[in-house]
C-alpha cells in the first residue's frame, strides 16, 4: 500500500458527459502528478501540482482540468468524454516539488461508452 | 515523439536465470532514470534508480546499467524468481524550469517460469 487513495476505483459513463477523479496523497506529501495509461501505452504525464499550485503541465487536453485543495487531496476533471479518453488514470505523489520518487495510487479505471 | 523506448513489449525467463529488461532514451537533458514494477490492479511501485553520473547501481536482485554515450540503460534480476513477474517500466526524469517531471517508457511485461 503505497499510501495514495484514489476513487472511484471503476467508472463507466457515456460520451459527452463529465466526470471527477479524486486523489488523496500520502500524509505529508505536498506534489501531486496525475498520469493517463491508455491501452499498450506508457503513463502519459498529465498535470502535476505542488502545494496548491499548478507546477508543471504535460500533454493535457484542453477538456481536461485539475486542481488541489487546501488539504491536499486533488481532483481531476474530465468534460466532453470521448471514446478516446478510456484509460487508466493514476495520481502520484511526492514530498518534494519535483520528486523522481513519486507513489502511485492503485489508479481509476475510466470506460467511456 | 516517444523520448523513452522500451523496444520489447513482453520478455520470459525461466527461474533462477537473469532477466535482462532495455531501455533506451533519446533526450540527452535527461539526468535521472528510474524502474517501476506494476502489478494488475495496482498503481506502479518504484524499484531502483540511478543518476546520470553513475554507470551502474545495485540493490540486492537488482542492477540498474547506464551507458549514456548509447543512451541506453538495463535492469538486471538475478536470480529471478516468480514473484517478479509483472510489467517494468522504465522512466526518466530531468530539470524542465523549476520542475522535474517523469517520461515513461510503455512497458515490458516480464513472466517468470517456475
Known amino acids: 500500500d503505497s499510501g495514495v487513495t484514489q476513487t472511484p476505483k471503476h467508472l463507466i459513463t457515456a460520451t459527452g458527459q463529465r466526470v471527477t477523479l479524486r486523489c488523496s496523497p500520502r500524509?505529508?506529501?505536498?506534489?501531486v502528478y496525475w498520469y493517463q495509461q491508455s491501452l499498450d501505452q506508457g503513463l502519459q504525464f498529465l498535470i502535476q501540482?505542488?502545494?496548491?499550485?499548478?507546477?508543471a503541465k504535460g500533454n493535457i487536453l484542453e477538456r481536461f482540468s485539475a486542481q488541489q485543495f487546501p488539504d491536499l487531496h486533488s481532483e481531476l476533471n474530465l468534460s466532453s468524454l470521448e471514446l478516446g479518453d478510456s484509460a487508466l488514470y493514476f495520481c502520484?505523489?511526492?514530498?518534494?516539488?519535483?520528486?523522481?520518487?513519486?507513489?502511485f495510487g492503485p489508479g481509476t479505471r475510466l470506460t467511456v461508452t | 515523439d516517444q523520448q523513452v523506448k522500451q523496444n520489447s513489449p513482453s520478455l520470459s525467463v525461466q527461474e533462477g536465470r537473469i532477466s535482462i529488461l532495455n531501455c533506451d532514451y533519446t533526450?540527452?537533458?535527461?539526468?535521472?532514470f528510474l524502474w517501476y514494477k506494476k502489478y494488475p490492479a495496482e498503481g506502479p511501485t518504484f524499484l531502483i534508480s540511478?543518476?546520470?553520473?553513475?554507470d551502474k547501481n545495485e540493490d540486492g536482485r537488482f542492477t540498474v546499467f547506464l551507458n549514456k554515450s548509447a543512451k541506453h540503460l538495463s535492469l538486471h534480476i538475478v536470480p529471478s524468481q516468480p514473484g517478479d513477474s509483472a510489467v517494468y517500466f522504465c522512466?526518466?526524469?530531468?530539470?524542465?524550469?523549476?520542475?522535474?517531471?517523469?517520461?515513461f517508457g510503455s512497458g515490458t511485461q516480464l513472466t517468470v517460469l517456475p
Open positions: 500524509s505529508g506529501d505536498l506534489s
Open positions: 501540482y505542488y502545494n496548491g499550485e499548478e507546477r
Open positions: 522512466a526518466a526524469s530531468g530539470a524542465s524550469g523549476s520542475a522535474r517531471q517523469l517520461t
Open positions: 502520484a505523489s511526492s514530498v518534494e516539488r519535483g520528486g523522481e520518487w513519486q507513489y
Open positions: 533526450n540527452s537533458m535527461f539526468d535521472y
Open positions: 540511478i543518476s546520470s553520473i553513475k
